[in-house]
């Protein structure tokens, strides 16, 4: 498995990547990348449904649509994105949640306990969710990914995905709101050891990869070539880049 870290911050930029390593490269990969805010819906969700419009609008929050399944989640810059990409095999087939061990494993390292969920999600002893996950699955290949709530902003979260009454008016495969919890606000509450609570974000983050890097034998030193950047670009204004696509249903 070679492991992928991603320098934009670009919600469109880096769902085209994802979806190049997991259909036009070969190999196994644990990508992870940070977006600016932005909420992500799933691949079958009717958009109006999920999220509130007018605050998306007056905050510049732009709404786009994964190739996953799943609900809809707010991204920002004090949440991480992980996303595990795997050749189909009869261990690996995308139905169960062995992929969120590793996760489990990094975090307890540094010292947040997580439970997995009956719906594949990370949760904190106190009950708060900390990471929804979702699949998407070929004849061929498994990618399974997810968030971390690290510090995000909990007060946009809730605004952007609280869709008006007046907009439900399409049926499609709703989100099961979760309470949920910042992995910060945690560690600085329940943690004995003061100096888990004293890193930013992008600290946590980069300790957090280096440690299941190490848990899943990662190599690093992955590059994407100028050839693998122009057919992303065309992924993306293909599909993340359009209405059609985004804001379809």
């Not at 975090?107 to 969920?117: D, K, N, R």
């Not at 990914?145 to 995000?152: C, E, K, N, Q």
């Not at 100096?195 to 957090?208: I, V």
């Amino acid at each position: 498995m070679e492991l992928v870290v991603s320098t934009s911050f670009e919600v469109q930029q880096n769902l085209a990547m994802e979806e190049f390593l997991f259909s036009r490269c070969s190999g196994e990969y644990a990508f992870f990348y940070v977006n600016d805010p932005c909420v992500v819906i799933g691949s079958n969700q009717v958009w109006r449904n999920e999220v509130d419009e007018v605050f998306c609008q007056g905050n510049q929050i732009p709404v786009v649509r994964r190739i996953s399944g799943g609900g809809a989640v707010y991204h920002d810059h004090g949440n991480l994105n992980y996303s595990f990409i795997s050749h189909k095999t009869a261990d690996i087939s995308g139905t169960g949640s062995d992929f969120l061990l590793p996760v489990v494993e990094a975090l307890a390292s540094l010292g947040v306990e997580a439970l997995i969920g009956k719906r594949k999600d990370l949760w904190l002893p106190n009950g708060y969710k900390i990471s929804g996950t979702a699949s998407h699955v070929t004849m061929n290949r498994v990618l399974q990914h997810g968030t971390l709530l690290y510090d995000t902003n909990i007060e946009m979260l809730h605004g952007t995905l609280s869709p008006r009454s007046s907009s439900l008016t399409v049926k499609g495969i709703p989100s099961v709101p979760s309470p949920v919890m910042n992995i910060e606000r945690y560690l600085s509450e329940f943690s004995e050891d003061n100096h888990l609570n004293a890193r930013g974000a992008s600290a946590f983050f980069k300790e957090f990869i280096n440690v299941i890097a190490r848990v899943l034998k990662a190599e690093a030193g992955f590059t994407f070539g100028e050839d693998a950047y122009t057919k992303i670009a065309a992924i993306r204004a293909d599909r993340y880049d359009t209405k059609s696509w985004n804001l379809r249903k």
